[in-house]
Nanobody
Framework: QVQLVESGGGLVQAGGSLRLSCAASGRTFSTYAMGWFRQAPGKEREFVTTITWNGVNIYYADSVKGRFTISRDNAKNTVYLQMNSLKPEDTAVYYC?????????????????WGQGTLVTVSS
């Protein structure tokens, strides 16, 4: 099983950009579908985006389509989340997750491993 460590969070003004990284330990990273989820204060954790093990299929929440991009580098055991045109409502703790099936992960299923989260704060 992999272990996941997120980085790259911080404070940014509305309209700005951030890139989150999720580094995985273990030699099985390339077999996992990966995803990003977020939890805003006082709200439940929600799906942001997922990507299949080979990067061929990607899914986005409607709220981030056209602004966020997920990618992965299996040689570096890392998945990224490029966030552009950030809005105050994007403020949340962002979690990296590994699972079995990217599509099922969009529904909160097949989630096997979580990172500890990284805080993103977007000021207006």
């Amino acid at each position: 099983q992999v272990q996941l460590v997120e980085s790259g969070g911080g404070l940014v003004q509305a309209g700005g950009s951030l890139r989150l990284s999720c580094a995985a330990s273990g030699r099985t990273f390339s077999t996992y579908a990966m995803g990003w989820f977020r939890q805003a204060p006082g709200k439940e954790r929600e799906f942001v985006t997922t990507i299949t093990w080979n990067g061929v299929n990607i899914y986005y929440a409607d709220s981030v389509k056209g602004r966020f991009t997920i990618s992965r580098d299996n040689a570096k055991n890392t998945v990224y989340l490029q966030m552009n045109s950030l809005k105050p409502e994007d403020t949340a703790v962002y979690y990296c997750a590994a699972g079995t099936t990217a599509r099922a992960m969009t529904l909160g299923r097949d989630l096997e491993v979580w990172g500890q989260g990284t805080l993103v704060t977007v000021s207006s």
